[in-house]
């Protein structure tokens, strides 16, 4: 790449078919279930809410749940809690793969159906399970999140976008059904840099985007919104300006080379995101509340 302009570049365009289908199927869904629980990730909370799901919410009460807390700045975390307060709308934020922070999720979302229906005049008994929707774009913990819920594991879970391929009634505790979605994106991204965090925070393929420029992105993310140098733990002995070359950089330095010894910036890449991804570069959001001039 020689600009750090991403947005010169065209948007990919990927919207797969299947994504197309199950929207649908959550459309129709919907009418079934009492709550709507959208997940977004923690480190951008905005840019992975889908606004496209916003359309489906009808009369239902919507809760936010913004999952992989452990992996974002917790200041950051701290502010965008306020920034959503301001609008009066509330955001929990949660580490899913510990079940202390999820044992007390039920029973908030079967509380907020309970008080929704109480507020609407409703005097007969819920003689049924309280149904719940989980919604969120591809790999954004979904099936995590439910199999923490359900000790029996019936949502598959991968570190890749679509592993969960269709809508999967799942009973829990207390007399509540939990309906899992596949993950799905929205037809109309609004420009590259967005496009380009979402393959960041792992929403779309690598290879769909070319994964060289999702690193380069990922490294002018970091040091744009890092107090301090977001690469320390990488050992380098310098930090070129440019993202191409530091990757070439870290691919002499991790001795991942091409024949004739040059540099296999690819493969630096992957390496670099993969450090991202599994929070060993330390804890960062890259989505500030300052940056959002709309809700």
Not at 226 to 249: G, M, R, Y
């Amino acid at each position: 790449m020689h600009s750090t302009d991403f947005n010169i570049y065209p948007l990919t365009g990927w919207y797969p078919g299947h994504m197309l289908k199950a929207g649908r199927k959550m459309r129709e869904a919907l009418k079934l279930v009492d709550l709507l629980v959208e997940l977004v990730d923690a480190r951008a909370p905005l840019a992975t809410r889908n606004p496209w799901l916003q359309t489906l919410q009808l009369d239902r009460p919507h809760l936010l749940v913004a999952n992989k807390a452990d992996l974002a700045d917790s200041r950051c975390s701290s502010a965008w809690e306020q920034w959503f307060k301001q609008r009066q709308k509330q955001i929990y934020f949660l580490d899913s793969r510990r079940i202390a922070n999820v044992q007390a999720l039920v029973q908030l979302w079967k509380q907020t159906v309970l008080e929704e229906r109480k507020a609407r005049g409703a005097t007969r008994p819920l003689l049924r399970p309280v149904r719940i929707m989980i919604v969120g774009v591809p790999n954004i913990g979904k099936s995590t999140l439910v199999n923490r819920l359900h000790e029996k594991k019936r949502a598959l879970v991968g570190p890749k976008p679509g592993v969960t391929l269709q809508n999967q009634w799942i009973p829990l505790r207390d007399g509540v059904e939990l309906l899992d979605t596949p993950g799905v994106l929205w037809p109309s991204i609004s420009d590259k840099c967005h496009e380009l965090l979402l393959t960041v925070l792992g929403n779309i393929k690598d290879e769909v985007v070319g994964i060289n420029m999702v690193a380069e992105y990922l490294i002018l993310k970091l040091r744009e919104t890092a107090a301090s140098d977001p690469f320390v733990k990488l050992d380098l002995p310098e930090s070129p300006a440019l993202p191409a070359e530091f990757l070439a950089a870290l691919a002499l330095r991790r001795g991942l080379l091409l024949p004739g010894g040059l540099p296999d910036c690819e493969r630096a890449a992957v390496a670099l995101l993969k450090e991202f991804r599994n929070g060993r570069l330390g804890r960062y959001t890259l989505q500030s509340p300052q940056e959002c001039t709309c809700e």
